[in-house]
């Protein structure tokens, strides 16, 4: 089973731009997420794909493999899409550009999905983390999950899901992580499904997937670590890497 990592990189980002070049003690933030997920030795290659000249360059002087998006993407998926259509691989993880934390713990039970599925009937899988503070529950940048029994995914929202109704029975919340691994050819579908009114609704690709009857895997981790999306969540990862 070939595996590589791709990283969509764009280099707008509405509520930080340019955040994938802050720096990151002593290098950028790109730099350091596409060296986390070398270091997990997980992946037959990694690949940075980007719409952005700087980002390009940035990898490659630094000896990492990038490709350069032909055509404006809307999503992280439609841009991996591109870059992969001609390659022979089974397998595509989905590493977020402003994750530098990611490590092999979470990443191995993602992979494990599809070592564990011979019939090969699961389409994805992805990470999911359990919440208890409301602030982040109700935050609508914040996407929460709910599952089946089996962990197969029913619903993505940027609401609190489920809704707290019973008095007594506090319900268990997720937080998604946006780490995907995609069979190649649920990746392939992605890219030519038109969008539909729940994705349009909550802005949430995930949600064509399960729109068009794709079985989502979650695995739940306890790793939570820090999603550069703000200045201060640059501010709180410097602080960790120290």
Not at 30 to 41: K, L, N, P, V
Not at 65 to 91: F, K, L, P, T, Y
Not at 102 to 129: C, H, N, Q, Y
Request: with cysteine; net charge negative; charged share 30%.
């Amino acid at each position: 089973m070939k595996i590589i990592a791709m990283i969509p990189a764009r280099y707008a980002a509405s509520r930080f731009p340019g955040k994938l070049m802050k720096d990151l003690a002593g290098k950028p933030v790109i730099q350091r997420t596409y060296e986390a997920a070398m270091d997990t030795s997980l992946f037959d290659s990694v690949y940075v794909v980007t719409d952005s000249e700087r980002i390009f360059d940035t990898i490659t002087r630094a000896g990492g493999q990038a490709i350069m998006s032909v055509a404006e993407h809307a999503c992280g998926s439609d841009r991996i899409a591109e870059a992969v259509a001609d390659m022979d691989v089974d397998i595509i993880v989905n590493v977020q550009g402003d994750e530098p934390f990611t490590e092999r713990e979470s990443l191995e039970g993602v992979l494990s999905v599809f070592r564990e599925d011979p019939e090969k009937e699961i389409d994805l899988a992805s990470l999911m983390t359990r919440i208890a503070d409301w602030d982040e529950i109700s935050d609508p940048n914040t996407v929460k999950v709910i599952v089946d029994n089996r962990n197969f995914a029913l619903y993505f929202s940027r609401s609190p899901i489920p809704y707290p109704r019973a008095e007594g029975a506090p319900p268990t919340y997720y937080k998604h992580k946006g780490i995907y691994a995609f069979r190649k050819r649920a990746l392939m579908d992605f890219q030519r499904l038109p969008m539909l009114p729940l994705e349009a609704a909550e802005k949430i690709e995930a949600i064509r997937y399960l729109e068009y009857g794709k079985k989502i895997k979650m695995v739940e981790t306890k790793v939570t670590g820090i999603e550069i999306d703000t200045p201060e969540d640059l501010q709180r990862a410097i602080e960790a890497w120290k």
